[in-house]
């Protein structure tokens, strides 16, 4: 028997579900964690978007 973190509403919390929802707000997140650590990890090896960004503007 496998066990099912459920919201309020009785769905699945890790179900995709489009729109304004707990689970779109839950995946969200985690996507946007993951966005984040690949920016770091992307800037760590030398090739820094914000660095470039700053150099053409003049700072």
Known sequence: MSV???Q???CD???FLFGWTP???IWNRHLAIIG????LLWD???YS?????LHL???
Not at 36 to 39: K, R, T, V
Not at 49 to 53: S, T
């Open 4 to 6: 099912i973190a459920t």
């Open 8 to 10: 309020g509403n009785g």
């Open 13 to 15: 919390r890790n179900y």
């Open 23 to 25: 689970q779109a707000q």
């Open 36 to 39: 984040f650590l690949a920016y």
């Open 44 to 46: 760590l090896a030398g």
């Open 49 to 53: 978007v914000l660095r470039d960004v």
């Open 57 to 59: 503007i003049g700072y």
